[in-house]
């Protein structure tokens, strides 16, 4: 979250994630006949008939956030190689969940380019963050999976978070790798877990969706700049957008179990997706305008309803080295996406749409 005002070789490499995946959909496969019906009665019920998703892998999420905060990345800083590692990490789990490529030339991942140079207020601060190469480039990755019905599949649902933290920077107890587990390995991770669990469900959904991983948030969302001018489907199209940042750890401003929204009253997309059931409130920090703060607000300012889901409580470990895996809660982090994954895939497969409340709008 910013702060206020070549994969060669990769397949053998994470054969262990995809094993696990494959694991998911085995068990998939054992869900008994009448919970499976259940749920087609109720999907029929609100007027729609989802694919039921593939049960939450929660060792995935935990290898998958294992990885993106390890040390060897570096902290993942914007526009550096170790972004780009991730971006390729990323990249070829989608390729393994079959997801079809939506980025340049037919792969998984957008090359967007940087300002050169970068805003003077980034570059100052960037002096306590350097690189040991220039910041030339960030790295986005678009994976789609094709809606199943011929007319709703022009209609996608965006899910997205941001790959990028701060890098190396200044020593914090020894400590100089901001490792950004938190801010945001755990959205990065529930986003690839949506991904598999949607590509292993035994139908697609009616709509298409769209499993984006943004570059380069952290100096100023060059990546989701770029996707809104190379989205592989019209803007106009996106019925909804889901950011999730920071969702590893439970706010003590709500209930152990749920997620807050960002702008939640500003559109009824929050409340549907609660009455669906999402484990998802209002921000309990409006002071702190976080709906601006996040990939999601210009998508918003472009038309589309955009929001953020996270569960940041203020923490002091917020773009500090001490931001490591140690320091997430799995239970609250398990419990949050498996609460989100039948909600969105109704939402994928509904006809109805949300829309901004009078003034919501950015």
């Known amino acids: 979250m910013a702060a206020g005002a070549g994969s060669v070789g990769r397949r053998s490499a994470w054969a262990p994630v995809a094993s696990l995946a494959m694991t998911a959909l085995a068990i998939t496969s054992l869900l008994p006949a009448a919970v499976l019906f259940c749920l087609l009665a109720q999907a029929q019920a609100v007027g729609a008939t989802p694919a039921a998703p593939a049960p939450i892998c929660f060792r995935c999420l935990r290898a998958d956030i294992d990885f993106l905060a390890s040390d060897q990345l570096q902290g993942r800083g914007s526009g550096t190689r170790n972004e780009h590692v991730a971006a390729l990490f990323a990249a070829s789990l989608f390729a393994d969940f079959g997801l079809k490529p939506g980025g340049d030339q037919g792969s998984f991942l ?100 769209l499993f984006v991983l943004f570059g380069s948030e952290e100096i100023g969302g060059y990546g989701h700049r770029y996707f809104l001018s190379h989205s592989p489907v019209p803007l106009s199209r996106i019925v909804a957008n889901l950011e999730f940042e920071m969702i590893g750890r439970p706010d003590p401003a709500i209930s152990q179990q749920d997620l807050w929204l960002t702008g939640y009253s500003r559109s009824d997309l929050g409340p549907e997706l609660a009455r669906h059931g999402a484990h998802l409130v ?74 901004w409340r009078p003034g919501g709008k950015p």
């Open 110 to 209: 957008e090359k967007a380019p940087l300002p050169n140079p970068l805003p003077a207020a980034v570059e100052r601060r960037l002096k306590a963050f350097p690189s040991t190469e220039p910041r030339r480039e960030s790295w986005n990755v678009v994976g789609i999976l094709p809606g199943a019905d011929p007319a709703m599949s022009k209609d996608a649902i965006l899910l997205t978070a941001h790959l990028d933290h701060l890098g190396i920077g200044p020593a914090r107890n020894g400590d100089t790798i901001y490792n950004g587990a938190d801010d945001d390995a755990s959205g990065v991770a529930a986003v690839l877990e949506l991904a598999r669990s949607f590509a292993h469900a035994r139908r697609r959904p009616r709509r298409t969706v």
């Open 282 to 355: 209002a921000d309990p920090h409006p002071a702190q305008h976080f709906f601006r703060r996040s990939d999601n607000y210009d998508l918003a300012r472009a038309g589309i309803v955009a929001q953020t889901i996270s569960s940041f409580g203020l923490h002091a470990d917020y773009h500090q080295p001490s931001d490591e895996i140690g320091r997430l809660d799995f239970t609250h982090l398990n419990s949050a996406v498996a609460s989100l994954a039948p909600p969105i895939a109704w939402l994928a497969s509904t006809r109805w749409k949300p829309s």
